[in-house]
């Protein structure tokens, strides 16, 4: 009886010769071969192992090997998970011992780091974490040996950045974030090394934006900005090339949309806004291309008005005013016309009520209040129907608590005073009733404690000082409680550093100076300890220096000198640290060399001249120099240089 062959194509056993055709036929996939003619052997000899075997023989048994690994993939792909795995174990145990018997054969090298990917992913599956990364250390290594081998070739310097992409991978899902983006990190320097010194084809393109995605994305959670922003910039350039060369791949068009969102987002929020912009409008590009190629999907129209939306509140941020209601104009557009054909679709509405708010909040910073009225309203009655469809969701609830504050705001600077205190009464009202809800919610407390405070500026405007001191006082109770509960959110001393102001303010006009004092002593408190935390948050180092000279302020008031000057000399040193890494902060070299006038202003009265000369010098300085840099100076400021340039002459001098 003659002995079976193993079938090439599906690697069974259950096979038999035709002796009318001369080949072997499958008895399982039918296939038809001619056995490989191997030289005879002993019985002896046919049991050595594979590394053992004649040369001649191994790539039969590399041709098994790759059916065994197709196998695995078949059975991987059928949820066959422990018998892939097996497959996957006797294809690596194949490539093995071909390297051992031909250790010189790259080509086996490279098969054998294949297995190892295979047999890896195979345990990723299966929840094998600690096996799969243990794998993929070896076929990280091999790759390295064969990067050694050929340092001139591009495929396997490609393959070692893969590699160290599969090692972040595994990494990640087993948490060890410092080790992932060591690993990811890996890759992508390979890759932009690869990249600057040979043509990448489009896969290998899209493998270094995965990675560059990668990297972005963890430095991001790790707060390593920079390295994020970096990574990010790589991962567009790819990207919109790639979009270029393909302009029809709606795929690529729609991850290079969603990320260029994303990033956009992250540089915004470190107030690089030029570059959020810049990415904002990328997003907008490939969107509204996206609507072209499928105008009948309504999806692909809503992310492109949420672009437009977020396109102009960056706008908006930087100033740009006329963009602003340029984008919000064709968000406006876009969103209408989707409800317009699904007007029973409460997502469309409630996304139009937003773009309304948008749309009222440029309008209320640009001051032109009655166009910011109408807008507001026309959310408001939005989301009133949105409400009364669906009086339990909370969203929206608070979505109109929101509105309403907003609507007071502008009542508040129409001098309507009593419809502002109605509005806010009424989002009061509902914040409580979600508040009550769950108790135990800090966002729904803040809330509370937010319209307290819009109350006591409505209160406080129109005049009715106790109304808004029992306001203050309602709103500093909860914050107080939230501050206690939850020490490491920032926005909570934040805020209430904010409302003991306005208490501070109001204890002033009651001619309540020495609790005025206190309150605004307790301000300062607040934002020193915020600033600790965040000490190159400029904007909060601002607010430390204008409470600061606010401090000052109420003690020269109140006659404490000593107090005032202490408190001014803090103002200057914390603005002077800020002006040094933002000279071109017109405003706030203003505001510097006011504070050094009243500093030098208490100095003299108490005939220390020389050291009132210090910061006399240095606000003369700083009054030269803004007049020198073409910034208009009013007539107060103009008076007070020509007082400096009579007591010190033009050119002045540096202070010490």
């Known amino acids: 009886m003659t002995k079976a062959v193993v079938c090439p194509e599906c690697g069974s056993l259950e096979t038999h010769f035709s002796k009318s055709r001369g080949e072997w036929i499958c008895d399982s996939c039918n296939h038809r071969y001619v056995a490989p003619v191997a030289k005879r052997r002993s019985p002896k000899t046919s049991t050595r192992p594979l590394h053992e075997l004649a040369i001649e023989n191994a790539w039969w048994h590399k041709s098994l090997a790759e059916k065994w690994n197709g196998i695995a993939l078949c059975r991987e792909k059928n949820g066959q998970l422990e018998d892939a795995l097996e497959a996957s174990r006797i294809s690596l145990d194949i490539t093995r011992c071909l390297c051992i018997l031909d250790g010189e054969n790259l080509e086996w090298a490279r098969d054998l780091a294949e297995s190892l990917i295979q047999l890896a992913h195979v345990l990723e599956v299966l929840g094998r974490f600690d096996e799969a990364l243990e794998v993929y250390n070896s076929e990280f290594c091999l790759r390295q040996y064969l990067c050694e081998s050929q340092p001139s070739i591009a495929a396997p310097i490609h393959d070692l950045a893969m590699a160290c992409g599969r090692l972040g991978h595994i990494r990640e899902l087993k948490d060890m974030s410092a080790e992932t983006l060591a690993g990811y990190e890996g890759g992508l320097a390979i890759m932009r090394l690869l990249y600057t010194e040979k043509v990448l084809n489009a896969e290998w393109q899209i493998d270094f934006a995965v990675l560059a995605d990668n990297v972005g994305r963890l430095s991001n959670s790790q707060g390593k900005i920079d390295e994020a922003v970096e990574a990010y910039r790589d991962y567009l350039a790819i990207m919109q090339y790639l979009c270029q060369q393909n302009p029809l791949n709606a795929r690529w068009r729609a991850d290079l949309a969603g990320k260029s969102f994303i990033i956009a987002g992250l540089r915004q929020e470190l107030g690089m806004l030029d570059e959020a912009i810049e990415a904002y409008e990328i997003c907008v590009e490939h969107r509204g291309y996206l609507c072209e190629l499928y105008p009948e999907d309504s999806k692909f129209r809503t992310l492109l008005a949420t672009a437009w939306n977020f396109l102009g509140q960056a706008h908006k941020a930087k100033g740009r005013f006329d963009d602003a209601a340029r984008a919000l104009d064709e968000d406006l557009k876009i969103t209408r016309l989707l409800c317009e054909e699904d007007p029973e679709d409460a997502e469309k509405q409630h996304s139009l009520s937003l773009t309304w708010n948008s749309i009222g909040t440029l309008y209320l910073d640009q001051g032109r209040l009655d166009q910011a009225l109408e807008s507001y309203e026309a959310d408001l009655a939005i989301l009133r129907c949105l409400c009364e469809d669906d009086p339990d969701n909370d969203e929206l609830q608070r979505d109109l608590s929101m509105t309403l504050v907003s609507i007071g705001a502008v009542r508040d600077a129409q001098g309507l005073g009593d419809e502002a205190i109605k509005s806010h009464e009424a989002s009061l009202e509902i914040r409580r009733r979600i508040h009550e809800e769950d108790p135990e919610n800090t966002v729904g407390q803040y809330d509370v404690a937010n319209s307290w405070a819009h109350i006591g500026c409505a209160r406080e405007t129109n005049c009715m000082m106790d109304g808004a001191a029992e306001a203050f006082q309602n709103a500093i109770t909860i914050l107080d409680n939230l501050c206690e509960h939850d020490p490491q959110e920032p926005n909570w001393p934040?805020?209430?550093?904010?409302?003991?102001?306005?208490?501070?303010?109001?204890?002033?006009?009651?001619?309540?100076?020495?609790?005025?004092?206190?309150?605004?002593?307790?301000?300062?408190?607040?934002?020193?300890?915020?600033?600790?935390?965040?000490?190159?948050?400029?904007?909060?180092?601002?607010?430390?220096?204008?409470?600061?000279?606010?401090?000052?302020?109420?003690?020269?008031?109140?006659?404490?000198?000593?107090?005032?000057?202490?408190?001014?000399?803090?103002?200057?040193?914390?603005?002077?640290?800020?002006?040094?890494?933002?000279?071109?902060?017109?405003?706030?070299c203003r505001e510097q060399a006011w504070t050094c006038v009243y500093a030098g202003e208490i100095l003299e009265g108490q005939d220390r001249f020389l050291e009132a000369q210090v910061y006399q010098r240095e606000a003369h300085r700083l009054f030269a120099q803004l007049q020198e840099r073409g910034v208009e100076l009013n007539e107060e400021d103009l008076n007070e240089l020509g007082d400096l340039n009579a007591k010190f002459g033009p050119g002045g001098s540096l202070s010490a």
């Not at 002006?579 to 405003?587: L, R, T, Y």
């Open 494 to 588: 934040r805020y209430l550093a904010k409302v003991w102001n306005r208490m501070g303010c109001v204890l002033e006009e009651q001619d309540k100076i020495d609790e005025a004092v206190e309150a605004h002593n307790k301000e300062l408190a607040l934002i020193a300890s915020v600033c600790e935390q965040n000490p190159y948050d400029a904007d909060m180092q601002y607010e430390l220096y204008t409470a600061q000279y606010r401090l000052a302020s109420v003690n020269e008031a109140n006659g404490d000198l000593e107090e005032a000057l202490e408190a001014f000399k803090e103002a200057a040193r914390t603005l002077r640290h800020l002006i040094v890494h933002h000279p071109e902060k017109a405003a706030w």
